[in-house]
Each structure stands twice: as C-alpha cells, then as structure tokens.
C-alpha cells in the first residue's frame, strides 16, 4: 500500500490551494486517512482526518477554513485549504492507517509555501 500527495507549492497569505492523496494497494475495511503538517524546525502536528464511513476531524486551527474530503471509489482524500497563514508553511504528509492491521502508511509529503 503507498499514498502519494500533490497539490503543494506557493500561494499568498489569504489564499487558496488544494492538496491530494492518492492511495494504492488492497485496502479493506475501515481506515483513516489525514493530513499532517510539519513546519520548519517543528514537529509533525495533525490538521484533520477522515475515516473512509466519512467521519471527520480537525484541529482548532482549520476549523472554518480548512476542509477534508475524501472519494473512496478512488481511494482518494483531499483538503481544500482557505485563507492560508504565512505560519501554515511546511510539508504536508498524507497519512493512511488501516485499525485491524495496525498497517500505517506515510507519503513523501507535499510542500506548501505561503508568502506573507
């Protein structure tokens, strides 16, 4: 199983980008996939996730602006993101975990620069 972003590059403070996830493999089951973010000189903190029964969750700095979708015919997952902040530059990373097998799977990571 492999995920691989897209999506990322440079945008202005206050604007718009949407990044993608695509996953390959078998996959059965239920599963989680979200996005992670990982700012310079910062560990890797949580944006939002999703479960493939579409349950959603984000953290307080994308609640309003950020949102997450996922089309599970394609194994797909995306995240819009809105009235992005100079502080949301970093590496974004798709990450898939599949609960009954404990599998976890991470992307190369996509980078996302907003100029201030």
């Known amino acids: 199983v492999q995920v691989v972003e897209s999506g990322g590059g440079l945008v202005q403070a206050g604007g718009s980008l949407r990044l993608s996830c695509a996953a390959s493999?078998?996959?059965?089951?239920?599963?989680?996939m979200g996005w992670y973010r990982q700012a310079p000189g910062k560990e890797r903190e949580l944006v939002a996730r999703m479960t493939n029964g579409g349950v959603t969750h984000y953290e307080d700095s994308a609640k309003g602006r950020f949102t997450i979708s996922r089309d599970n015919a394609k194994n797909t997952m995306y995240l819009q993101m809105n009235s992005l902040k100079a502080e949301e530059t970093g590496v974004y990373y798709c990450n898939l975990f599949v609960p009954s097998t404990r599998l976890e799977v991470w992307g190369q990571g996509t980078l996302v620069t907003v100029s201030s």
């Open positions: 493999g078998s996959i059965f089951g239920l599963n989680i």
